[in-house]
């Protein structure tokens, strides 16, 4: 019974909602790249400077103009944003979706419908 | 988009084999009806690359709408409900009228409602209503990412997948058909035991669910497509539109995966530990074989372990069905298709300034930004009721605009439930009492403070101020399909299973695709015992016929 408390007791502390922190590069897009361009500037056309998989994630210092800022060994570089994928935050959790789960008999499945 | 081909989400030969499988065991059943087998999957899953976002869209399909109201009224029966909005709610439309011109058909019916849900949740029914979480509202950055979101939806309705429901439906229909084989069948020797008519509707429900499982994942990728053109034609950003949404799923549904991965390890370690704390077992009469007698003689920690991995498989297994499954494809995978799309035509991923004051100036009206901060409130005491401060943050978000929405006013009854008792503050008789604030607001109305309030009054042996409940709930939801399953089980345990059964009679007639909830509902407990121990036995026979 003691443990069956303790398991509860763990699951809902578990259960509670989390942060995301702040937003960072978490991989290459398409995801069959195995390399990322690095540039000095946003908007640079060459580079011979690349990361690669193990690099990630990188935290995203700046936003502009289709472009991240991101550190990459000890200096400032610019990555595309189409070529990243970036996690993004979320307040959202299981809270309703728990107490009172729904069929889908009458909709279409939605856009979240893998998350709880 | 619904006349080209289309490329198959999945992408392998898996995926093409398991479609084949399905048809192939659909066509070797006569009573398959010819709808879902005439749905236009196979012969559209050639990969072909990337198609063209750039070109016109395809014509709209004809169809009878169904009602819109009932539709909206059937989803506050689901859930919690809707969250009465307003304002937001006129924003929201604003932005699928532009839609719906762009896509030339501004005089299509249905709106944007918003769901009383704390997921990152959102679809389309064929009334053309499309229903879109407060959180993932909360969570956007952009009003490029939100007409992605809305465009995605719309693209189901657009391209008149819900042609599938229909399809389902007829199927389900054959299903029923096939049932009463199943109960003359129940009347002979072989009732207890696997035989021919568990087979037939094993073989056909499999077949229909890979069948609907390929064609609705071949949906969510043609709809991705679908908002992805008409985004750009309002001149929205891809990098803040489409790929923003995807990703924030992708991140949403990353974080859900490492939450249930830590429950379960959790779940495990208590396993080991009971079974640790538990005396050694000595070998039973019931270990008859050398299986049993050798689990048996190693005693509790051993068999602590068994369950545990016996836990980790069945989660395992259920995650990998997920996955293969689901009726989406992965989230990844939609994000890898949208990049070779941008990749194939780069016009589409023109780089464009994110809108982002509309939507922040939709949020912070007065009346919105209380709504989601007594929501954001009610969320977190429903997660841990039992925290020092829920009472307190409970009565917060009951306050104007939301006293009488049921998230809150569920918030504030589980927080009254759990909390100790204070000195000066007599506790509530029955804090289920405080959810009657939600029976009078009309535009708030949710059926699930009717069950819980009425179900709280029936175990309390208060049964006709229960019915009272339920009836006054009736009154507003009875041409909710989603209200009758819980009143056809709330009569059934009040007035007698006779009543039960004339209930879900009604509503198999009212609502097919509630049906088999209704029925299921309506067995006594004597009933579901006894079909519990025929599904035990099937199953049982099933082992043998597979082990033996």
């Given at each position: 019974m003691k443990n069956q408390v303790i398991a509860i007791g763990l699951l809902a502390v578990l259960a509670s909602p989390w942060a995301v922190a702040q937003s960072q590069i978490v991989g290459l897009m398409p995801s069959n790249q195995t390399t990322l361009d690095l540039y000095d500037n946003a908007g640079d056309s060459g580079t011979d400077t690349r990361a690669t998989l193990a690099d990630l994630p990188m935290n995203v210092l700046e936003t502009k103009a289709g472009h991240h800022r991101v550190n990459y060994?000890?200096?400032?570089?610019?990555?595309?944003?189409?070529q990243v994928r970036i996690s993004r935050a979320s307040s959202a959790g299981c809270t309703t979706a728990r107490i009172a789960p729904t069929t889908q008999t009458s909709s279409t499945p939605g856009a979240g419908k893998n998350g709880c | 988009?619904?006349?080209?081909?289309?490329?198959?989400?999945?992408?392998?030969?898996?995926?093409?084999?398991?479609?084949?499988?399905?048809?192939?065991?659909?066509?070797?059943?006569?009573?398959?009806?010819?709808?879902?087998?005439?749905?236009?999957?196979?012969?559209?899953?050639?990969?072909?690359?990337?198609?063209?976002?750039?070109?016109?869209?395809?014509?709209?399909?004809?169809?009878?709408?169904?009602?819109?109201?009932?539709?909206?009224?059937?989803?506050?029966?689901?859930?919690?409900?809707?969250?009465?909005?307003?304002?937001?709610?006129?924003?929201?439309?604003?932005?699928?009228?532009?839609?719906?011109?762009?896509?030339?058909?501004?005089?299509?019916?249905?709106?944007?409602?918003?769901?009383?849900?704390?997921?990152?949740?959102?679809?389309?029914?064929?009334?053309?209503?499309?229903?879109?979480?407060?959180?993932?509202?909360?969570?956007?950055?952009?009003?490029?990412?939100?007409?992605?979101?809305?465009?995605?939806?719309?693209?189901?309705?657009?391209?008149?997948?819900?042609?599938?429901?229909?399809?389902?439906?007829?199927?389900?229909?054959?299903?029923?058909?096939?049932?009463?084989?199943?109960?003359?069948?129940?009347?002979?020797?072989?009732?207890?035991?696997?035989?021919?008519?568990d087979t037939l509707l094993t073989t056909y429900t499999l077949g229909r669910g890979l069948v609907t499982t390929i064609y609705s994942q071949t949906e969510e990728s043609a709809a991705d497509r679908f908002s992805l053109s008409l985004t750009h034609k309002l001149g929205y950003s891809y990098e803040h539109g489409i790929k923003a949404f995807l990703e924030r799923l992708a991140t949403w549904e990353d974080e859900?995966?490492?939450?249930?991965?830590?429950?379960?390890?959790?779940?495990?370690?208590?396993?080991?530990?009971?079974?640790?704390?538990?005396?050694?077992?000595?070998?039973?009469?019931?270990?008859?074989?050398?299986?049993?007698?050798?689990?048996?003689?190693?005693?509790?920690?051993?068999?602590?372990?068994?369950?545990?991995?016996?836990?980790?498989?069945?989660?395992?297994?259920?995650?990998?069905?997920?996955?293969?499954?689901?009726?989406?494809?992965?989230?990844?995978?939609?994000?890898?298709?949208?990049?070779?799309?941008?990749?194939?035509?780069?016009?589409?991923?023109?780089?464009?300034?994110?809108?982002?004051?509309?939507?922040?100036?939709?949020?912070?009206?007065?009346?919105?930004?209380?709504?989601?901060?007594?929501?954001?409130?009610?969320?977190?005491?429903?997660?841990?009721?039992?925290?020092?401060?829920?009472?307190?943050?409970?009565?917060?978000?009951?306050?104007?605009?939301?006293?009488?929405?049921?998230?809150?006013?569920?918030?504030?009854?589980?927080?009254?439930?759990?909390?100790?008792?204070?000195p000066r503050t007599p506790r509530p008789a029955d804090p289920s009492q405080m959810l009657e604030a939600n029976f009078n607001a009309e535009a708030d109305r949710a059926w699930i403070t009717y069950k819980e309030r009425s179900s709280k009054l029936k175990d309390n042996r208060q049964v006709p101020v229960a019915q009272r409940v339920v009836d006054q709930g009736l009154a507003y939801f009875s041409r909710a399909e989603e209200a009758q399953p819980y009143a056809v089980r709330f009569y059934g345990e009040t007035k007698g299973w006779d009543e039960a059964k004339r209930r879900a009679q009604a509503c198999a007639k009212d609502f097919p695709r509630a049906a088999a909830r209704c029925n299921q509902a309506a067995m006594s407990p004597a009933e579901q015992k006894q079909q519990d121990r025929t599904d035990k036995s099937k199953k049982e026979g099933l082992m043998e016929r597979f082990f033996k």
């Open positions: 060994k000890g200096k400032d570089y610019w990555v595309r944003g189409p | 988009m619904g006349a080209e081909r289309r490329r198959l989400p999945g992408g392998g030969a898996p995926a093409l084999a398991a479609a084949f499988l399905a048809v192939g065991l659909l066509a070797g059943c006569e009573t398959i009806p010819q709808s879902i087998a005439s749905l236009p999957v196979i012969s559209q899953m050639r990969s072909s690359g990337p198609s063209n976002p750039l070109a016109d869209l395809p014509p709209p399909v004809a169809r009878t709408w169904p009602d819109v109201r009932q539709d909206v009224l059937n989803q506050r029966a689901r859930g919690f409900g809707l969250v009465n909005a307003p304002e937001l709610q006129r924003y929201l439309n604003g932005l699928l009228t532009r839609i719906k011109t762009a896509a030339g058909v501004p005089s299509w019916p249905g709106g944007v409602h918003v769901l009383a849900s704390h997921a990152l949740d959102a679809y389309a029914t064929g009334a053309g209503n499309i229903y879109v979480s407060l959180s993932w509202l909360a969570d956007m950055e952009s009003e490029d990412e939100l007409v992605a979101l809305l465009s995605h939806e719309f693209a189901h309705i657009y391209l008149h997948y819900h042609q599938l429901e229909s399809a389902v439906a007829d199927a389900d229909n054959v299903t029923s058909v096939l049932g009463l084989g199943v109960a003359l069948t129940l009347k002979t020797g072989e009732a207890a035991r696997w035989n021919k008519v859900q995966e490492k939450r249930e991965k830590q429950q379960q390890e959790a779940l495990l370690a208590a396993i080991r530990a009971q079974a640790a704390a538990a005396p050694a077992a000595r070998p039973g009469a019931a270990a008859n074989n050398p299986l049993n007698q050798g689990i048996a003689a190693s005693g509790a920690a051993a068999q602590g372990e068994v369950a545990a991995a016996a836990s980790q498989l069945s989660f395992e297994l259920t995650k990998g069905f997920e996955k293969v499954a689901g009726s989406h494809p992965s989230t990844l995978k939609r994000l890898d298709a949208i990049a070779e799309t941008a990749a194939a035509f780069p016009a589409i991923a023109v780089e464009r300034e994110a809108k982002k004051k509309p939507l922040d100036a939709a949020r912070q009206e007065r009346n919105t930004a209380n709504l989601l901060r007594n929501y954001a409130l009610a969320f977190k005491v429903i997660d841990a009721p039992n925290a020092t401060d829920a009472l307190d943050t409970a009565r917060k978000a009951v306050a104007a605009p939301t006293a009488s929405h049921a998230v809150p006013l569920f918030a504030l009854y589980v927080a009254t439930n759990e909390a100790p008792p204070a």
